[in-house]
């Protein structure tokens, strides 16, 4: 019984056929590089333990060829060797841009969200969550040959586990008494309960959002929340989801501690094509970056 009811869950979470492939019509000059990637702060402070994590992310970048580049945890500098905003610039094509700040400290530097892009960008847009700003969607209008298309880039609110937290995840069964494991167990549910609700709470103002667009809609970004979750299923309302239509396997994209979680995501408006969607399993980041192509109908 549970698993015919969770049955119809399943395609949200594995594809086992992505053959929609490329639109007979579409040319080559017709389709759009889409890129989305949790850069994670360009590991500033080195959690990946490897000084040259940073330059294999920004090589990365520029060997994808992207006509659209959304970024999260996206953090330049602007004095030092950390000015990753002119680096990203000096290595990628795209040369349109779309940068929110969300916390700046000591007026140099920045930590916040980036949309790149090849075609213009006529408008720009922040929806801001609460007061402290941590977490914002941004939207830019951008103007492709005859068409227009809104790219909204979002990050919405993590659960904020430190390490201590994953240890105690991956041990669960271990040496701690009774007591200690219900303290640690109830703080956790406590820290997740939290971040669902304020997720929540992100997903319908982005939803709303949407709905008074002028324009189809794509949506990249880090929802931080699964395929089955309110979140995901409030944004991606009457959109399409690119990983359904050409995806392949079970799409995670969280390359942390607790595997097989999809948690980034491209959606668009059923006016926009989609194919060649790839979780790219490139160990840069705790996020696998996600890439397809895009045209319009």
Request: glycine share 4%.
């Amino acid at each position: 019984m549970a698993l015919i009811i969770s049955s119809t869950h399943l395609p949200l979470t594995l594809q086992l056929d992505g053959s929609n492939g490329k639109p007979e019509d579409v040319s080559v000059e017709d389709e759009i590089k889409l890129v989305s990637f949790n850069v994670r702060v360009f590991d500033l402070y080195n959690w990946s333990r490897n000084i040259d994590t940073r330059e294999r992310i920004f090589s990365y970048i520029e060997n994808q060829k992207p006509n659209l580049l959304c970024l999260q945890e996206f953090y330049s500098s602007d004095k030092g060797d950390y000015n990753n905003l002119k680096l990203i610039l000096s290595r990628i094509e795209p040369k349109y841009k779309h940068v929110e700040y969300s916390t700046t400290l000591r007026e140099t530097d920045h930590w916040g969200i980036a949309t790149f892009s090849s075609y213009p960008i006529f408008n720009k847009g922040v929806i801001y969550f609460d007061e402290q700003r941590s977490n914002v969607c941004i939207f830019s209008d951008i103007t492709i040959k005859d068409d227009t298309v809104r790219v909204y880039n979002s990050h919405l609110q993590s659960i904020r586990f430190d390490n201590d937290d994953y240890k105690f995840i991956e041990s669960f069964v271990g040496e701690e008494e009774e007591p200690e494991k219900m303290i640690r167990t109830k703080a956790i549910v406590s820290r997740l309960k939290l971040a669902y609700i304020k997720r929540a709470k992100q997903a319908e103002m982005i939803a709303q959002h949407i709905e008074t667009s002028p324009y189809p809609v794509v949506i990249c970004g880090d929802f931080n929340d699964t395929p089955v979750s309110y979140s995901y299923r409030t944004i991606s309302n009457e959109l399409t989801d690119a990983f359904k239509l050409s995806g392949m396997g079970i799409g995670s994209s969280y390359s942390g501690p607790i595997p097989g979680l999809r948690i980034d995501y491209i959606l668009h408006s059923s006016s926009i094509n989609s194919y060649d969607f790839e979780v790219d399993n490139q160990k840069l980041s705790d996020h696998y970056p996600i890439t397809c192509k895009i045209s319009f109908k």
